[in-house]
């Protein structure tokens, strides 16, 4: 069966330090993978997608970005964090079908101070 | 384009009380439906799709939704509500043309279910 491993779960860090979220993904092959960020524990924001080693899009222009070095791993960074990157961020997976459901990983709460 | 209303930031209902949680969306070609839930601090689950076929579909713990093309809409809906239903949902859309499989999600619909 397909996991989604995301990490670390709560994060507190000074604005102007570096960031790494890290997602994994097990059980399938060349997944499509996102980077949400839900603000207040509400509606869900796209912030990157991939749909294959090395491509990544944006759907946002922010402080953030994405890598996919290895076909099952998504890795959302930021060289200086920001205030308003609090939140909380969500990886997902879904096959390259169109009628299939996106699986989510348990999320990381971060906050910026 | 493609969106989703999910009209209703709260729902209140109590235990043993059916509960209708309510979804409308636009999207280019056919649609693809979904009603994921979210528990505190958690990510998101899975709960039911529309693809295609019956109208009426099922899902997990006892969920079910009616997608209405006409209305463009697709309502959530529960024959008896318990307290650990208690939860956010989102609905989200898909369509035909959607790159990347990338879905839409609403803003979400708190639902409290009082004992």
């Known amino acids: 069966s397909q996991t989604i491993h995301q990490w670390p779960a709560t994060l507190v860090q000074p604005v102007g330090s570096p960031l790494s979220l890290e997602c994994t993904v097990e059980?399938?092959?060349?997944?499509?993978l996102y980077w949400y960020r839900q603000a207040a524990g509400r509606g869900l924001q796209l912030l990157f997608y991939?749909?294959?080693?090395?491509?990544i899009s944006s759907e946002v222009p922010q402080n953030l970005s994405a890598s996919r070095p290895q076909d099952r791993q998504f890795i959302l960074s930021s060289k200086k964090l920001l205030l308003s990157d609090s939140g909380f961020y969500l990886c997902?997976?879904?096959?390259?079908?169109?009628?299939?459901?996106?699986?989510f990983g348990q999320g990381t709460r971060l906050t910026v101070v | 384009a493609q969106s989703v209303a999910q009209p209703e930031d709260q729902v209140n209902v109590a235990e043993g009380n059916p509960l209708t949680v309510k979804c409308t969306y636009s999207?280019?070609?056919?649609?693809?439906l979904f009603w994921y839930v979210q528990y505190p601090n958690r990510g998101l689950q899975f709960l039911l799709k529309?693809?295609?076929?019956?109208?009426l579909v099922k899902g997990s713990y006892g969920f079910e939704a009616e997608f209405n093309k006409s209305q463009t809409s697709f309502h959530l809906k529960k024959p008896s509500a318990l307290v650990s239903d208690s939860a956010l949902y989102f609905c989200?859309?898909?369509?035909?043309?959607?790159?990347?499989?990338?879905?839409?999600f609403g803003d979400g619909t708190t639902l409290t279910v009082k004992p």
């Open positions: 059980g399938t092959s060349n997944p499509n």
């Open positions: 989200a859309v898909r369509g035909d043309y959607t790159n990347a499989g990338k879905s839409t």
């Open positions: 991939s749909v294959g080693i090395g491509q």
């Open positions: 997902a997976w879904s096959s390259g079908l169109m009628n299939t459901e996106a699986f």
């Open positions: 999207v280019s070609g056919n649609p693809y």
């Open positions: 529309y693809i295609t076929g019956d109208n």
